[in-house]
């Protein structure tokens, strides 16, 4: 039976995996097809990939199936989030570096940032700090990561994991009452929605509940 849970397992992840790429593929269509005839309004291509962008929160819902179950699975909040954060931040450091020498080389325009920018890059708090010009708006969603690993630490920190359901019940209505609250006119700060989640939040939401049925 052991070894049937684990070929299942191992099952499980390959399927993940595949949905992960086929998510990835079609963010990165959207940019050079779509997204790149946008910003540059180029005539139109050929091949045009409008909906590629959907391929971002197919990603935000297997991370919430994937991360969560990563949690579930370990005894030390601590290790948890040091995981996470460091398969996180070396490959976008390589990336920041790599887009601001290729910007800086080629110069394209409208693209240019300042040595200052780089480095608050770097940390990617920039969305939090404010008055920061990203390095390149794709990394938007990795300040989202940084989110959901925390908030997934707080959960394992104050042994809420029991309480899950509840927790993304609440988390629900907070999302929809930003929502109401925005149509309404009244904006909650952008550092208070990025750090809950409270735009994004339905898509992890949607993963740790697959989870939970599996």
């Known amino acids: 039976m052991e070894g049937m849970h684990k070929i299942n397992s191992e099952k499980r992840y390959a399927e993940l995996d595949v949905f992960r790429g086929l998510a990835i593929i079609s963010v990165l269509l959207f940019h050079y097809t779509t997204r790149y005839n946008q910003i540059y309004g180029h005539a139109k291509m050929t091949f045009d990939f409008p909906y590629g962008y959907l391929g971002v929160q197919l990603f935000f819902m297997l991370s919430g199936f994937v991360t969560y179950m990563s949690m579930d699975h370990m005894n030390n909040g601590f290790?948890?989030?040091?995981?996470?954060?460091?398969?996180?931040?070396?490959?976008?450091?390589?990336?920041?570096?790599?887009?601001?020498?290729?910007?800086?080389?080629?110069?394209?325009?409208?693209?240019?940032?300042?040595?200052?920018?780089?480095?608050?890059?770097?940390?990617?708090l920039q969305d939090w700090i404010g008055g920061v010009k990203s390095i390149d708006g794709a990394y938007w969603a990795l300040s989202r990561f940084l989110s959901f690993y925390f908030l997934l630490f707080l959960i394992h920190r104050f042994n809420a994991k029991s309480k899950i359901v509840l927790i993304c019940f609440l988390w629900l209505v907070s999302i929809f009452s930003v929502k109401t609250m925005s149509y309404l006119g009244i904006e909650m700060p952008d550092r208070i929605k990025i750090t809950f989640l409270l735009t994004e939040g339905g898509f992890f939401i949607i993963g740790i509940m697959f989870y939970l049925i599996e």
């Open 79 to 124: 290790e948890f989030i040091f995981k996470r954060y460091s398969r996180l931040f070396p490959a976008y450091w390589i990336s920041i570096l790599i887009t601001f020498t290729s910007v800086t080389v080629f110069t394209l325009p409208d693209r240019q940032t300042s040595l200052h920018d780089v480095l608050l890059n770097l940390t990617m």
